[in-house]
């Protein structure tokens, strides 16, 4: 199995930016898919992006496409989540998490998560 820890969360004002990191131990990410979620309370959790390991090809909900970039370091098995113009919307638990496969805009996807990090972003 892989342990995946999320850091770098934490309050930004509207507009500010912040990057979170997912570092995996246990297991290297391999040829896993990386994926970002995020849930805020009484809500579901939604996709937020997601990235191949093996090629580092990228995807994003339409939410975030444009403010948000997701990017991984192989050598220190780690994915980021740069975000940028942050607005209140987005405050929420955000968590990364690992998929062997299927449909990776889908929680249910993901066999490995995190224990995630809150981004509480103010006006």
């Known amino acids: 199995q892989v342990q995946l820890v999320e850091s770098g969360g934490g309050l930004v004002q509207a507009g500010g930016s912040l990057r979170l990191s997912c570092a995996a131990s246990?297991?290297?990410?391999?040829?896993?898919?990386v994926g970002w979620f995020r849930q805020a309370p009484g809500k579901d959790r939604e996709f937020v992006a997601v990235i191949t390991w093996r090629y580092g090809s990228d995807s994003y909900a339409g939410s975030v496409r444009g403010r948000f970039t997701i990017s991984r370091d192989t050598a220190k098995n780690t994915v980021f989540l740069q975000m940028n113009n942050l607005q209140t919307e987005d405050t929420a638990v955000y968590y990364c998490a690992a998929a062997a496969g299927g449909s990776l805009s889908t929680p249910g996807a993901y066999d490995h998560w995190g224990q995630g990090t809150q981004v509480t972003v103010s006006s």
């Open positions: 246990g297991r290297t990410f391999s040829s896993y898919a």
